[in-house]
């Protein structure tokens, strides 16, 4: 699977224990939830006192201690919260803290989504075993459902916990880790239910900008992934024209055999655009083969262009009020107060504003601020918490 920065898989189901508990799923199922959660509740420790004992790994201690620096930064400087998230670690002994279990319909794009009282609702059903979450895949798929399984290193429960850095998360670079405590505690300073676009492309920003702010502070120069960031952009493209191809498709009168000899022929066309692309413009660089070789169905295909569509919009809004962090989470706040439909309107008139004001820094920025008014001109539902946000950004 291409690594996409999992750590964005956040807002998970995992808002778990008794107080998020909610809808019409079995018991059992709320009770694994419960049970898992309080398992990495009960496996945390103060990342302190790890570092303070000599027997644990130089290498887990020294990562640990630059986790930290970045933690004091967040709160200092990028005026995030100051508790105990991200200052607590918890060794949970497998890859993955959860696993996620998406599902559409055979020839729809919509989600199967889970509600919450507290997170709102979610496109998928979390599982802290793989076995279960297998298994609920293969009931779904049973039915009929396009199904998806992806592992996930790290979630956030909103500040409902203390969030832990999880020992999942250790194989991450530093500067990946830190953006993980500046996204997940955007998401805990404020967030929106049932909005997924707001909440993740306004901790985008805040994870863009922060980064940027805690290289500058270090002394280092700003990253120069322009070349990586235009192939993803491009592989992401390619997956947003297929999706947009497949919701036309599905929308017309065809029997179900034809309808499943055009969707196969869909992803087959996205593969053979993406060789075409790969071989002629990036000299055969193999490193998106994973994603896109997989079995491919819709359920892969719902976050694509979802999380970051905004963040034009959030940069707009930190440029008014002068790069003053107080006072850009207040018109945050301002914004997320807003009726769905007023708050969209609001976003495009500050996205299209960014835009205006420089080169638009590639074709698929466009391309997400033109999805974006769709949105807001066409239906609108909730979309689901945490669409496999770090799928998209492992490209």
């Not at 279990?101 to 055979?106: D, I, K, R």
């Not at 909005?195 to 940027?212: C, H, I, K, L, M």
């Not at 000299?283 to 819709?298: E, I, L, Q, S, T």
Request: charged share 25%.
């Amino acid at each position: 699977m291409i690594r996409l920065k999992k750590h964005w898989l956040s807002l998970g189901l995992p808002l778990l224990t008794i107080l998020l508990l909610g809808g019409c799923s079995s018991l059992s199922y709320y009770s694994q939830l419960a049970s898992g959660q309080l398992s990495l509740l009960r496996a945390r420790e103060p990342v302190a006192k790890v570092l303070a004992d000599p027997q644990r790994s130089p290498q887990l201690r020294e990562h640990l201690l630059r986790s930290q620096q970045a933690r004091l930064f967040a709160s200092e400087h990028l005026h995030l919260p100051d508790n105990r998230s991200y200052r607590l670690y918890a060794d949970i002994h497998r890859p993955y803290v959860v696993w996620n279990v998406f599902a559409t319909g055979e020839f729809s794009l919509d989600p199967v989504t889970h509600c919450f009282p507290i997170a709102g609702c979610v496109a998928y059903r979390g599982y802290y075993s793989q076995g279960a979450a297998r298994g609920d895949a293969a009931l779904q798929k049973r039915e009929g459902m396009d199904v998806y399984v992806s592992g996930v290193e790290a979630y956030s429960t909103l500040g409902w916990f203390d969030d832990p850095i999880i020992s999942s998360m250790m194989n991450w670079g530093d500067e990946r880790l830190a953006t993980l405590i500046f996204h997940e505690l955007a998401h805990q300073r404020f967030y929106v239910k049932d909005d997924t676009e707001f909440n993740e492309s306004y901790a985008s920003f805040v994870e863009q900008e922060g980064t940027r702010q805690w290289r500058a502070a270090r002394g280092l120069p700003a990253q120069d992934g322009a070349a990586e960031a235009q192939r993803r952009d491009q592989l992401m493209q390619l997956a947003l024209d297929t999706r947009d191809r497949l919701k036309a498709l599905y929308a017309q009168p065809l029997s179900p055999q034809v309808m499943r000899e055009r969707k196969a022929a869909e992803f087959e066309r996205l593969r053979s655009d993406y060789r075409q692309l790969r071989d002629s413009q990036w000299g055969g660089d193999k490193r998106f083969d994973n994603w896109v070789y997989a079995p491919m169905n819709n359920a892969r295909l719902l976050p694509i262009g979802l999380y970051d569509q905004w963040v034009p919009a959030f940069e707009a809004l930190f440029r008014q009020v002068n790069g003053n962090w107080p006072a850009f989470y207040s018109a945050v706040e301002k914004l997320g107060k807003l009726p769905l439909i007023e708050r969209k309107a609001a976003l495009q008139r500050l996205a299209n504003k960014s835009l205006s004001s420089r080169d638009c820094r590639s074709a698929l920025a466009r391309e997400r601020v033109m999805s974006a008014t769709r949105l807001v001109n066409g239906k609108t539902h909730s979309r689901a918490s945490a669409l496999l946000q770090g799928e998209l950004h492992s490209f």
